[in-house]
Every structure is written in structure tokens, then in C-alpha cells.
């Protein structure tokens, strides 16, 4: 699957900040461009997971999740 990332540079401190429009809670920064899209593979990988997580625990009490595709 393929994010989209809103990139902005920092005038201070010049590092790249980044952030996924389908995971907003998914940010990261890097100091180049290749670092901060290593950074928000990890960032991705991690919001997703916890979601995966919670879900799975909450499925028990009657709370679960569901893909869906948009064509």
C-alpha cells in the first residue's frame, strides 16, 4: 500500500518534517528526505500496529474492525 507524506523542511534546524494523510497520527523528521521516509516507514509501522493491537483486545468486548477498499 502506498502513503501519502505532507512534507515540510524546518527553517531552524533545517531536518524534514513529515506526516501521512491516511495515519495522522503517524509523524516522524529526518535530516535528509531518505531518512525521514525510513523514519515514517517505522512511524507508520507502529501507529498501525498499536490500532491492530487495540482492536484485537477490544474485540472481545464487542469493539472490532473491518477493511475496506475504496475502487
Do not use: H
Not at 495522522?24 to 498501525?48: F, H, R, Y
Amino acid at each position: 500500500m502506498e502513503y501519502t507524506i505532507i512534507i515540510e523542511k524546518d527553517p531552524e534546524s533545517g531536518w524534514y518534517v513529515g506526516k501521512c494523510i491516511q495515519v495522522p497520527a503517524a509523524m516522524s523528521q529526518g535530516e535528509t528526505l531518505d531518512e525521514l521516509m525510513e523514519n515514517m516507514k517505522d512511524a507508520i509501522s507502529l501507529v498501525l500496529d498499536y490500532y491492530k493491537e487495540k482492536a484485537r483486545k477490544s474485540s472481545r468486548s464487542g469493539v472490532f474492525y473491518r477493511k475496506l477498499a475504496l475502487v
